[in-house]
């Protein structure tokens, strides 16, 4: 077993309590637990590795964030300092968490961002061009997306995960925007990837290349985590076009049949060149092609995810749904793979439903 550890300079979100202290808190671990040592004079938390769920150390350029669930609540510790980062990494892993380390500039991989963002079954050309579009179909966007009461006892919603590579932050408004950027050479080569794999050139392609078309209103979901299938993330993005024939020519080319690998594998491509890992440069996924309640067009892909410094291997799910003037795309990051597909299955079928209720009455 690891050695008790003292670490101090920390925050944390929630606090403990209502009102309590969340700067200067001081974190003790022993074989037993976690306790925290907080306030003026100080008033100790234990809590036993049993209760802890989900723990999580992510490591950043500078200061290192410990997660952790007790009692149905997501908590976050951040310290700006990394001096105890090995011992905490040590602890983590010991207590069946994971551990992942940021390398990234900020300037670029904000950008990196974008262009993902833009990837997500809408098209980089979409990026490019401007729409506008009314208040009732942004609401029916949003209400599409994935709520709390879509999952089971358990679940909560995370603060931070690597699903934040894939979506915009929860209740921002992505629109187009009249500004080409130059993509990265990393974007250029997921592009590629992609379109080699499906079998498109640049110019045809409406995923990556040129001939995609812009959504009036991309939002996303929060992030909602769970435990089960050995550790889960999972959120939702909702696109609404002005036109059904711009989902419908999407569909066309998305309807190939390796889409899903190939969609999936330029989609790990870009998580890895966010996070500055060596990238993929062939199809590394397989396809999904999730078992839905309703009736509509559905089509998805999986591939495995290793990370610089982190255990095990982790499953990227990516897939997209869509219906009228609707394309919604549902990722998750899981553990056991293919023990969750009935789980995905049955979210996307959810998502299905949503998309074809509002194409009904978008018109």
């Avoid at 009102?19 to 671990?29: A, D, H, P, R």
């Avoid at 179909?137 to 934040?164: C, H, Q, R, Y």
């Avoid at 397989?286 to 591939?303: L, Q």
Wanted: charged letters at 15%.
């Amino acid at each position: 077993m690891s050695a008790p550890l003292r670490s101090s300079g920390w925050s944390v979100r929630p606090s403990f309590v209502a009102n309590g202290t969340t700067s200067n808190v001081t974190l003790l671990t022993d074989d037993t637990g976690l306790t925290q040592l907080a306030g003026e004079p100080a008033v100790a938390w234990q809590t036993p590795w049993a209760e802890l769920g989900n723990l999580q150390l992510i490591r950043f350029a500078r200061g290192i964030a410990l997660f952790a669930t007790a009692n149905g609540v997501r908590y976050c510790w951040r310290n700006r300092g990394v001096g105890d980062y090995e011992a905490w990494r040590v602890i983590v892993l010991e207590h069946g968490g994971t551990v992942a380390r940021h390398r990234r500039r900020a300037g670029a991989f904000a950008l990196a961002l974008v262009v993902l963002l833009a990837a997500l079954a809408g098209g980089f050309g979409a990026w490019l061009y401007s729409n506008t579009s009314g208040t009732k179909e942004l609401a029916d966007a949003k209400g599409i997306n994935l709520t709390m009461k879509d999952f089971p006892t358990g679940w909560f919603v995370t603060t931070s995960s690597l699903l934040d590579f894939l979506f915009p932050a929860y209740g921002q408004v992505d629109t187009s925007t009249t500004t080409p950027v130059k993509p990265l050479p990393a974007f250029v080569h997921a592009a590629a990837l992609f379109q080699h794999c499906v079998g498109v050139s640049n110019a045809r392609d409406r995923v990556f290349g040129a001939s995609g078309q812009e959504p009036d209103y991309q939002v996303s979901s929060r992030v909602f985590s769970s435990a089960s299938f050995g550790g889960i993330q999972i959120a939702s993005t909702s696109q609404y076009y002005k036109t059904t024939t711009m989902v419908s020519r999407d569909v066309a080319e998305m309807s190939r049949k390796k889409f899903g690998s190939c969609f999936v594998s330029s989609n790990v491509a870009l998580v890895k060149a966010g996070l500055r890992a060596k990238i993929p440069t062939s199809n590394v996924g397989t396809t999904f092609r999730p078992r839905t309640f309703v009736k509509g067009w559905v089509r998805g892909g999986e591939a495995p995810l290793t990370l610089p410094d982190t255990t095990g291997t982790l499953h990227l799910v990516v897939v997209v749904v869509s219906s009228g003037h609707y394309e919604v795309t549902v990722a998750a990051i899981v553990n056991q793979w293919p023990t969750s597909k009935t789980f995905i299955a049955n979210l996307a079928s959810t998502l299905l439903s949503r998309t074809a209720s509002s194409s009904s009455s978008a018109d």
